[in-house]
Structure formats: structure tokens, C-alpha cells
């Protein structure tokens, strides 16, 4: 089955939707990134293992939260390397997150590799609750 998902993959140029794993993300993909929320915020982990945090730029407008940076890998002087998986280069990644979050409250830090940044949802989007006399 692998092997007849590779085969359309390399016919339809590599754009396929599905892939072999629900962990799997599309070739060239990164960093990995997962979203979460609550009533009060949404919160976006960045997994960006060997990056200094001090490189990346992260923006938000609206809705659309935007992390971009550059990752180096040293290579060894005259070596051959036969195959390379890590990611290096420039990257970016936009989301586009919930209507109501403000982009005034963003805040992001920096902790073992992983960028945790947190955008609060506007005080007119949160429920309330309304008291009956």
C-alpha cells in the first residue's frame, strides 16, 4: 500500500493531501506546529529545536499569526553526506487563527526548543454569564 501511495505521489508531483501517517506533515514542512485554545486564548507551539530564539520574527495581523526565521546547521569541512533529513534554511509559516483573538495580546516565549505563543481572545468574545432578576 506504501509503496502504490509513493508511486501516485511522485505521479501527481508530490501534492498529495494524504499521508502515510496522522502525525505526518508534507515534505519540506517547517517547524512542526500545534495550535490549541480555551475560552480565553489560543496557543500556537513551535517546535524549532536548534534555533535561536533571538532570529526569529514573529508577527501577527488580524487573525494571521506569521513565524519566520533561519536555520543553520553546521556541516562537517569535507565531509560527504549521503543523507540529510534535518532541516536547514530559511522557513515561514503563517496561520490564520479564530476572528475574535486580539492582536494587541501576544505574547511568546522560548523554552527547550519549543516557541509557545499566546493570543488572548477579545473580552467581547468571551461568554458571560447574565443574571436573571
Known amino acids: 500500500m506504501r509503496r502504490l501511495e509513493q508511486e501516485l ?5 508530490g501534492g498529495t493531501s494524504w499521508s502515510s501517517s496522522i502525525r505526518s506533515l508534507p515534505p519540506g514542512t517547517f517547524p512542526a506546529i500545534n495550535v490549541g485554545s480555551t475560552d480565553d486564548q489560543v496557543t500556537v507551539y513551535v517546535f524549532a529545536p536548534g534555533i ?7 508577527q501577527m495581523q488580524q487573525n494571521l499569526l506569521s513565524i519566520s526565521g533561519q536555520r543553520e546547521e553546521a556541516s562537517e569541512q569535507g565531509a560527504t553526506y549521503y543523507r540529510q533529513e534535518r532541516f536547514r534554511g530559511e522557513f515561514r ?3 490564520t487563527l479564530p476572528e475574535d483573538v486580539d492582536p494587541d495580546k ?16 477579545r473580552e467581547s468574545a468571551k461568554p458571560r454569564q447574565i443574571a436573571v432578576h
Do not use: F, H, N
Open 52 to 58: 535561536d530564539p533571538k532570529s526569529l520574527d514573529i
Open 9 to 13: 505521489d511522485e505521479l501527481l508531483g
Open 93 to 95: 509559516r503563517v496561520l
Open 106 to 121: 501576544v505574547e511568546a516565549k522560548y523554552r527547550d526548543g519549543i516557541v509557545e505563543v499566546t493570543v488572548k481572545r
